[in-house]
């Protein structure tokens, strides 16, 4: 069969790979792109589902919902696509139970959970220490990072061993990694949890709904609308679903994609899959083998992410914001949940089941799933919980052409003697998805960002008339790197370190005076005296940015 001949083949028909398209069109309508997706939907990491809901039927995300005021590119998509956005609910009391399933269940109101004097203090000092290392980071280039060797040889694990002083405190990063990744701080390269923390900005941008942050909105009717939107642009016709790509050939003139039923020639081939599923595609030549190993050992988060919808929100009418944290255990799947409440106000949670416990339960039948499930709303909201309209999930480990979510991590070693593969074309193929973004990696915008800059290197390569002078000059320094950022100033950071051991000092006397209904309270006020000290100490480098 003869091959069709296009200009440009982008590899799937996710936000990275349709912003691709979309940003080829808009600077040259004349192209002929063509996209590829082996699914039968675009979107890729986002899906937008109707559920039974209060009101009859309501949309809402199984896949990535989230979107921030400081991730400019995707905010910059939603602008241009007259989309709206709408903020996280988070007011109220949020639930703690950390601890194992005897320790007492908690509320909290400030972004610090209610924890002891002590580990608030080991908090401080440990995010203090992070904060400070992520503000050395070179997003473009780790190996620049100070240390880099002996920060990518450890395990985020071991780091935290090291550093942190309480089994608290150990607890709690734990889970903040199966949250924000999906893995098991074991299993990914301590450099490489800096180097995502500061392309967000810092540590609590990742874990945070507060402005700036990673959950500060949503978006109205759903996430996926958005590549669905930019297919419309690029137009439908020249989006092929159920085109899953096999092989991918090419030589001094030509590049060759395949599927199991066609092939199609091109001058530039944008791989945007992630990059466990581009290591599957047979390339000929052969991928340097930088790349080659680079892409097998970078395992990917496991998620099952799950909406349950209610007749009415009685979480807030009982002065909770919705938001759980908890530590998994044989009863409790769930390591964190929303308020998921439509802008149609029908009434719904949304919530996690991350890393080890999505492995485990992930092997168990669903019905029994949803059963823990709701059994541990009922255990930190009350009885209504038990009271639902409809139960839905993910599991995206099982989702075809994923294989997990919400992002591939480096594990140690990868990415100081690796790193430059994940960006660096190969002839005719240049790489984007969210994992290749220096700007909220593995978030939409960091897919955005990644989809941008592989079309303008593909734009720069073959049509450089389409570009401006400065960005032409752009693109002929975008392997070098931008300045390492300096450290935050000691004076500053003096004052807030300060500020926090004034609190703990404070607090170690009323523990002494203890005695009295008077110096209960100077210990409840001095408690929140410290957590206010010690966000203020996590949120300094973010301000600075």
Excluded at 130 to 145: E, F, G, H, K, N
Excluded at 298 to 327: C, D, N
Aim: glycine share 8%; aromatic share 8%.
């Amino acid at each position: 069969m003869t091959a069709e001949v296009w200009d440009v083949v982008v590899v799937g028909a996710g936000l990275s790979g349709l912003s691709a398209a979309h940003l080829l069109k808009k600077r040259n309508d004349k192209l002929r792109i063509l996209i590829l997706e082996g699914k039968d939907r675009v979107g890729g990491r986002t899906v937008t589902k109707e559920l039974p809901a209060s009101d009859g039927v309501d949309r809402w995300d199984l896949g990535g919902q989230w979107v921030g005021s400081t991730q400019t590119h995707i905010m910059e998509v939603i602008q241009e696509l007259g989309l709206e956005i709408y903020p996280q609910y988070n007011i109220g009391k949020k639930v703690h139970h950390m601890g194992g399933p005897d320790a007492k269940v908690r509320t909290y109101s400030t972004s610090i959970p209610a924890l002891s004097p002590v580990v608030l203090m080991d908090l401080s000092q440990f995010l203090w220490k992070i904060d400070r290392l992520c503000a050395t980071v070179c997003t473009q280039d780790p190996s620049r990072t100070p240390n880099a060797v002996e920060l990518d040889s450890m395990t985020f694990h071991s780091y935290i061993e090291q550093h942190a002083w309480t089994r608290e405190l150990k607890e709690e990063m734990q889970l903040s990694s199966r949250a924000v990744f999906g893995i098991e701080p074991s299993q990914m390269s301590f450099l490489f949890f800096l180097v995502y923390s500061a392309a967000a900005g810092g540590v609590l941008a990742l874990l945070e709904s507060t402005p700036g942050s990673a959950q500060e909105f949503k978006v109205k009717g759903g996430t996926q609308q958005l590549s669905e939107c930019l297919a419309e642009r690029v137009g439908w016709e020249n989006v092929r679903l159920g085109s899953a790509v096999t092989a991918i050939w090419q030589d001094a003139e030509w590049a060759t994609v395949k599927t199991d039923t066609r092939s199609f020639l091109c001058r530039a081939v944008i791989v945007t899959c992630p990059p466990h599923l581009a290591a599957k595609i047979h390339y000929k030549p052969s991928l340097p083998h930088q790349r080659e190993f680079l892409t097998q050992n970078m395992p990917v988060g496991h998620m099952i992410k799950f909406i349950i919808t209610y007749q009415t929100a009685f979480w807030r009418e009982k002065g909770l914001s919705g938001e759980i944290v908890a530590q998994p255990s044989g009863d409790c799947p769930l390591s964190v949940t929303f308020d998921a409440t439509s802008p149609g106000r029908n009434a719904a949670l949304v919530g996690f089941i991350a890393g080890l416990q999505a492995s485990e339960w992930s092997c168990r039948e669903a019905g029994e799933r949803m059963a823990a499930v709701v059994a541990s709303l009922v255990k930190y909201l009350g009885p209504e919980a038990a009271s639902f309209i409809h139960y839905e999930e993910k599991d995206w480990a099982k989702e075809e052409y994923n294989g997990g979510c919400p992002v591939n991590v480096m594990a140690p070693g990868l990415l100081t003697y690796y790193h430059p593969s994940l960006r660096r074309p190969c002839g005719r193929i240049h790489w984007a998805g969210t994992e290749t973004a220096t700007q909220w990696c593995g978030y939409m915008s960091g897919a955005v960002q990644a989809g941008q800059r592989a079309a303008m290197e593909v734009l720069a390569e073959l049509w450089p008339s389409t570009l401006t002078q400065e960005e032409q000059e752009a693109q002929r320094h975008s392997q070098g790197l931008k300045t390492t950022p300096s450290p935050p100033s000691s004076s500053s950071m003096f004052s807030v370190r300060r500020a926090v051991l004034i609190a703990a000092l404070t607090m170690a006397t009323a523990l002494v005076l203890s005695r009295s209904e008077h110096h209960r309270k100077w210990i409840t006020q001095s408690q929140d005296l410290l957590r206010r000290c010690v966000l203020a100490t996590a949120k300094y480098n973010i301000f600075q940015k």
